[in-house]
């Protein structure tokens, strides 16, 4: 039986991901990849441990951004744990491959890589032949030996560490008992004020310096998944190209951060949001089915569906108003209020804004959302 493969990325090595994937599918091989393997609807962190310990082959795309991402480090740790685990012989087989130039984590540092950067299309064989057991037909000329799998060099002292330190200050430095009181009161008064990237800086140097000093630990973690969440849910809404990598990861993020703390902020909503965002997809494929079949009941709640998320999503705007006279003929754009006769008209889901800064009554301008 073909090995199963689970590929380990950062979103913004998403096009490389999807290639090799498709590569390894066209040569007959299935596994975990998030952008296929994750469906709406799927509980995300579920679907990514069961892929881990069905998987035979490991294989962590590593970038300098993987290497910043603290979901590819944990996914990474969590690998080599199993790997390691008495009665598993060593599986998943772990093969680092280099997507870009970049520092190794210490945890993969032992292990040969395969380096696909500049030179893909060898790279592929290697990985095949030498890495999933793959026999490739025989070419008509001779064919090119693959280029070894080689042993990563040590970095050169210059270059930064793979992995961001707990603290900005030396690793040695240990703080004194008032300082460390002092930062843990200033850490939680910034989270209070919502100053979060401060507060999980001065927590980051406790933890550098004192790791069991009361919850810091805790804090960090929960900090660090809120923000990371933040920046990817940031970068997918400038992503143009309406890819579900970015909010994969942000719910992935969210979901073991509701796990620790279920009320954390705002983080519920948050989730709600991704979840809506990576639905997308499927959500607009449904809107072409119903198009097809004039099934203009069906289609004006997907268009509601998709409007309330990103109303620009693909060809939506063109579709809506090609669909609108249909839609308006079958008497969904309104209906009868029983209590007084009115015609009411509907207004599709989505956010709005509310409030006024002119008055001191009122609250703030705030986004709203209404189903």
């Known amino acids: 039986m073909p090995p199963k493969f689970f590929i380990t990325h950062s979103w913004k090595d998403i096009e490389f991901a999807t290639r090799l994937t498709n590569d ?3 040569h007959g091989l299935a596994g975990f990849f998030d952008a296929y393997s994750i469906k ?9 441990a069961k892929g881990l310990e069905e ?3 490991y294989a962590p795309l590593l970038s300098p951004d993987a290497v910043a991402s603290s979901w590819c480090v944990r996914e990474i740790g969590i690998a080599i744990d199993l790997s390691m685990e008495r009665g598993r012989n060593g599986r998943p087989r772990v093969i680092p491959i280099i997507v870009k130039p970049c520092v190794l984590p210490t945890i993969l540092r032992g292990l040969l890589y395969i380096n696909f950067d500049g030179r893909y299309a060898d790279a592929l064989n290697d990985f095949l032949v030498r890495g999933l057991d793959v026999a490739l037909p025989a070419a008509s000329d001779p064919p090119v030996p693959p280029a070894p799998i080689v042993l990563p060099p040590d970095p050169p002292p ?4 793979p992995l961001r330190e707990l603290s900005a200050d030396p690793p040695s430095k240990i703080l004194s008992r008032d300082q460390v009181i002092h930062l843990y009161s200033e850490a939680r008064a910034l989270q209070a004020a919502e100053n979060l990237s401060a507060a999980r800086d001065a927590l980051e140097k406790i933890v550098a310096s004192t790791p069991g000093y009361r919850d810091a630990s805790a804090r960090l973690q929960k900090l660090r998944l809120y923000l990371d969440a933040d920046d990817a849910m940031r ?4 992503d143009h190209e309406d890819k579900s990598g970015a909010w994969i990861e942000a719910a992935t993020n969210l979901q073991e951060l509701l796990r620790l703390d279920a009320n954390f902020m705002d983080a519920p909503a948050k989730l709600a949001t991704c979840q809506r965002w990576i639905a997308l997809g499927e959500t607009y494929e449904r809107l072409l089915d119903a198009l097809e079949t004039d099934d203009w009941a069906t289609a004006w709640n997907l268009f509601q569906q998709i409007n309330a998320v990103k109303p620009t999503y ?7 108003e090609r669909a609108m006279p249909d839609i308006r003929r079958a008497g969904l754009m309104s ?9 009411m008209i509907l207004i599709p889901a989505g956010e709005f804004v509310m409030g ?8 703030p301008v705030h986004q709203v959302y209404l189903d």
Do not use: F, Q, W
């Open 158 to 161: 210059a270059l930064e560490p």
């Open 235 to 238: 970068d997918g809404m400038s």
């Open 314 to 320: 693909k060809h939506t705007p063109t579709l809506l």
């Open 335 to 343: 209906k009868v209020n029983p209590r007084d006769g009115k015609e």
């Open 55 to 57: 998987c035979d082959v």
């Open 40 to 48: 709406p609807g799927d509980e995300i962190a579920v679907r990514i």
């Open 356 to 363: 006024s800064n002119d008055y001191d009554d009122e609250k």
């Open 24 to 26: 390894l599918n066209r």
